[in-house]
Antibody
Framework: QVQLQESGPGLVKPSETLSLTCTVS????????WSWIRQPPGKGLEWIGY???????NYNPSLKSRVTISVDTSKNQFSLKLSSVTAADTAVYYC??????????????????WGQGTLVTVSS | QSVLTQPPSVSAAPGQKVTISCSGS????????VSWYQQLPGTAPKLLIY???KRPSGIPDRFSGSKSGTSATLGITGLQTGDEADYYC?????????????FGGGTKLTVL
C-alpha cells in the first residue's frame, strides 16, 4: 500500500526557510493531490496547502505569502518550503495523500494515508 | 481559533457509546462533505470517516458519521480503552479564495 515519509532538518533558525520533502512509496504520485498539514505542539491540525501531480497548487490563505509546494514526479516526491519562519511555525509537519471530489452536493475531501510526521523547531 | 467547533473533551465508560460534535457554517459543513480523523497518542492522524458517513476499509462499524445542516457528528459504540485518542473533523471551506480545508480544534476522548 502507499506509504509517505517526511524528511528534512529538524531545526531551523528564525527568518530562514523551512524545507521538507515527502517521499511516496508503494504507488505513483500521479493522478492524486498531495497535501502538507501541520500541528503545533499540543494543538490542532492546520492545512498548509496541496499540489496536484501536474503541478497546480492551492494554499491556505493565512500562509500563502510564505509557502511554496512543488512536485518531482520522476522521484515520486513533493516538497514544502516555508519562508521567514518564526517560533510560531514550530510544529509537527505531516504530508498526506489528498482526495478531492467535486459532487453535486458539494466538495468531498479527505487525507489518507498520512506520513508519520516530522517535528520542526524554529529556534536560534 | 479553529473554523470548526468541537468540544475539547468527552468521556464514557468501556462498552458505552459516545458522540462528538463538529459545528460549522454554510460555507463549509453546510455545503460540503465532512471527514473524521483519529489521532492516537504520539502518532499521525488516521482517516476514520469520509464523505460524511463512509468508512475506509479496515475501520470497524463501531465508528459512524452523520451530518445535518451545518453540523456533523462522529459516533463510537462499544467503547474500548484503545479508542482513547484525539478526534478531528475536517471539511472543505468554499469561502477561502480557491477553496481549502479547515479542521476542528480536536476532541480528546477518555474511556473511563
Amino acid at each position: 500500500q502507499v506509504q509517505l515519509q517526511e524528511s528534512g532538518p529538524g531545526l531551523v533558525k528564525p527568518s530562514e526557510t523551512l524545507s521538507l520533502t515527502c517521499t511516496v512509496s508503494g504507488g505513483s504520485i500521479s493522478s492524486y493531490y498531495w497535501s502538507w498539514i501541520r500541528q503545533p505542539p499540543g494543538k490542532g491540525l492546520e492545512w498548509i496547502g496541496y499540489i496536484y501531480y501536474s503541478g497546480s497548487t492551492n494554499y491556505n490563505p493565512s500562509l500563502k505569502s510564505r509557502v511554496t509546494i512543488s512536485v518531482d514526479t520522476s522521484k515520486n516526491q513533493f516538497s514544502l518550503k516555508l519562508s521567514s519562519v518564526t517560533a510560531a511555525d514550530t510544529a509537527v509537519y505531516y504530508c498526506a495523500r489528498d482526495t478531492i471530489v467535486v459532487e453535486a452536493a458539494g466538495t468531498a475531501n479527505w487525507f489518507d494515508p498520512w506520513g508519520q510526521g516530522t517535528l520542526v523547531t524554529v529556534s536560534s | 481559533q479553529s473554523v470548526l467547533t468541537q468540544p475539547p473533551s468527552v468521556s464514557a465508560a468501556p462498552g458505552q457509546k459516545v458522540t462528538i460534535s463538529c459545528s460549522g457554517s454554510s460555507s463549509n459543513i453546510g455545503n460540503n462533505y465532512v471527514s473524521w480523523y483519529q489521532q492516537l497518542p504520539g502518532t499521525a492522524p488516521k482517516l476514520l470517516i469520509y464523505e460524511n458517513n463512509k468508512r475506509p476499509s479496515g475501520i470497524p462499524d463501531r465508528f459512524s458519521g452523520s451530518k445535518s445542516g451545518t453540523s456533523a457528528t462522529l459516533g463510537i459504540t462499544g467503547l474500548q480503552t484503545g479508542d482513547e485518542a484525539d478526534y478531528y473533523c475536517g471539511t472543505w471551506d468554499s469561502s477561502l479564495s480557491a477553496g481549502g480545508v479547515v479542521f476542528g480544534g480536536g476532541t480528546k476522548l477518555t474511556v473511563l
